[in-house]
Structure formats: structure tokens, C-alpha cells
């Protein structure tokens, strides 16, 4: 159903950067809701790696990503910000201080400033190109993200990729799935170091094949159901692995989609801002997280939590012109009970 909403700060995008500027707002006093084209909160973090543990967050040595998500969640829930989910923000008009969003469901959200915190934009997986992918992908025989490690168990697993992707959950599910074969084009793996060496190990005591120097070269089965993995190499060499499932990590190509058409300035599909502010080229209109860009950035969730926390104090004068703003601590002001 369509809605109509006001409120001081629309925020686009509820990944970790987005939930956290609803806290940053809100100790503002400044009202926030949240719109994401996902049904569910936490962008890259739910929909990618919920399982996976993230160790850079600060004062938690290790947090699976969801339990991030969940704790962003708590953090958040006495500002009671409203979310439109499963909505893509398509359009953006108006001036600092009277903005309007809409939405590819005919929402319209009339907001004093805007926070686009939209990560990659509509992040969606590079596919490789494989004749009659489609079909495979509608019956779940490939797949881009390993939502539950559990789905794997007992199932005859290739992952293709050289990345860190290909090589973590080659590493996380050997444990649960029948048997896991690696294809690389090449035998070096762009992964962290400790994690392709622990490759190389599981790779020297049989837990896990590796087929390098191969690319994917076609789908075996029948109906959408996978038996087998084509690979050959550069000179045409070919061999065909037995498969209930591949798993292709090509990285994640970058969509801002509709963002792109808003007049902000882009800069190799980021959007430039002040980095005192996070401001983009348009007033009013403000940037975090992974879409935002300024020269040092570096795309971590930490980095969103502090752009979140500087475009709020950013934003303050917009929503309540004319009152000044004592920076105060939150140990001192306490949060809404
Ligand atoms: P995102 O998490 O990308 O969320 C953006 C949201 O915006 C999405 O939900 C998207 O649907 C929504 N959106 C986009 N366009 C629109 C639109 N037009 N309308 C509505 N909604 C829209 N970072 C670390 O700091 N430490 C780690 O250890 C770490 N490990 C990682 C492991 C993996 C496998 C991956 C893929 C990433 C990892 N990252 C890590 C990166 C981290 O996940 C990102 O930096 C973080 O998610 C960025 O947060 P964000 O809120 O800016 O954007």
C-alpha cells in the first residue's frame, strides 16, 4: 500500500550506516525513516553474510553480522523510526528543507534533509555467462550468497571465484557439504593471506579440490537441476565436476540505479562529499557509508557509524533552524526510555 509520509530526515538505505543514522538523528532530536529496497533491514550484512563473523567492530573482538544487525536494531528502537521496506527510491526533488522522495511503489515521503546510505545501490551479483543460467538459478543449483550453512549439508559443492568470498566459504563449508571443488583461473587467490594459506592446507590434506587453472564453461542437468560443472582451461582443455551446486563469486557489480539520475555528482558510481559533512553536490542532500566518497575513504562499517553521526550533527541546522547545537555526550544526555 502507498504511504505518504513526513518526517525531519528520510534516510535511504537500511543497511549498518542507514540504522545507525536513525540514532544519530534521533539523539538529535530530529525525527528519521528508513527505506530500503530489501524486505528486510541490514543491507550487505543480512542479505550477504549474516553467518559470517566481522571482526572490526569496535568493542566486539567478533559478531556474526546478523548479531550486528540485531544489536543496530535495539540501539535504534526507542526513536521508533518508520521503514518502508521492499521499496526502491526512484526519485528525488525539491530543496534543502523541503525535499520529497518517491518510491517504485508510489510512496511519497516529504523530508528537511536526505541520507542516501545506499551502499553499492542495488547490489546484485556479476553472473557469469552460462547458457540456460536462468533455469539453474530458479531452482537454487546456483547461487550467489550463502545465506545458511546448513542448506549445503551433504551437498556436492563448486565454488568458482579467486576472491576473498571463494575462498572463506570454501573454508566455512567443507565442514557440512559432501565434498567442495575451488575454480580458479589462476593459482593465485586474491583472498587475505591467512585465509589462502589455510586454503593451500585444506586443499594439500584432500578436504577440499582444486581446479586451477579452469573457468566455468557450461551447466550439466536436467529441468533447473544441476549434476554437473563444465570447466576448461585457455586452451580448451575440458572436464566436467559433479555438482548439486555451484556457488560463483564474481564480486558485486555496482547499480546506483536511480540515484544516478538525481543531478548529484558521481564519481565512478560513489557520490562525492564534503568530508566534514558528508554533504553531497546538492544541498540538504547528505551521503554515508559505502555510496559516499571522499579522498582517504575507506568502505568499512566503522567508518559509516562515524559519517552517520557527522551528517546528523550536519543536518541539525537544517530541521531546527536557528537553535543552536550544544555538542553533548550521549552519557550525558541519555537516550529516550
Ligand atoms: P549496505 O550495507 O550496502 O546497505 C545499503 C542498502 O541500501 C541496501 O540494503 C540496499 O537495498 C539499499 N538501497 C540501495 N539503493 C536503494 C534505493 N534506490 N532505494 C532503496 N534502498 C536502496 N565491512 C567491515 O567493516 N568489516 C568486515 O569484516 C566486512 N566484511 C564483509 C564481508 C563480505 C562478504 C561483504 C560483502 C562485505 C563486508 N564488509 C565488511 C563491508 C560492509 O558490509 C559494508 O561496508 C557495509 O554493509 C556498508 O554499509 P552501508 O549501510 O553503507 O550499505
Known sequence: MADTIDTDVAIVGAG??????VFECGMLKMS??????????????????????????????????????????????????????GRRVVGLSGEAG??????????????????IAAGAGAFGPNRPPLDGLDAYEATGSVQYYVRRREDFRGKRVVIAGGGDSAV?????????????????????FRAAPEMAARLDEAAASGAIEMVVPYQ????????????????????????TLVADVLLPFFGLSMDLGPIAEWGLALERHHLPVVPATCETTMPGVFAIGDVATYPGKLKLILQGFSEAAMAAHAIHPIVHPGQALHFEYSTSKGVPG
Not at 216 to 239: D, F, I
Open 16 to 21: 549498518p550506516a542507514g540504522l545507525f543514522a
Open 32 to 85: 528519521s525513516l528508513l527505506i530500503d529496497a530489501l524486505d528486510e533491514v541490514g543491507g550487505q550484512c543480512a542479505a550477504l553474510y549474516p553467518e559470517k563473523p566481522i571482526y572490526d567492530i569496535p568493542a566486539h573482538p567478533a559478531i556474526d553480522a546478523a548479531d550486528l544487525v540485531a544489536k543496530l536494531e535495539t540501539q535504534i528502537a526507542p526513536f521508533g523510526a518508520p521503514r518502508l521496506l
Open 98 to 115: 523541503a525535499l520529497t522522495l518517491t518510491t517504485d511503489k508510489g510512496d511519497r515521503v516529504t523530508a528537511r534533509a536526505v541520507i
Open 168 to 188: 572463506d566459504w570454501a573454508l566455512a563449508l567443507k565442514d557440512v557439504a559432501a565434498s567442495i571443488a575451488v575454480i580458479h583461473r589462476r593459482p593465485k
Open 216 to 239: 566455468l564453461h557450461g551447466l550439466e542437468g536436467e529441468a533447473g537441476m544441476l549434476t554437473g560443472v563444465t570447466v576448461a582451461t585457455l586452451q580448451g582443455e575440458q572436464k
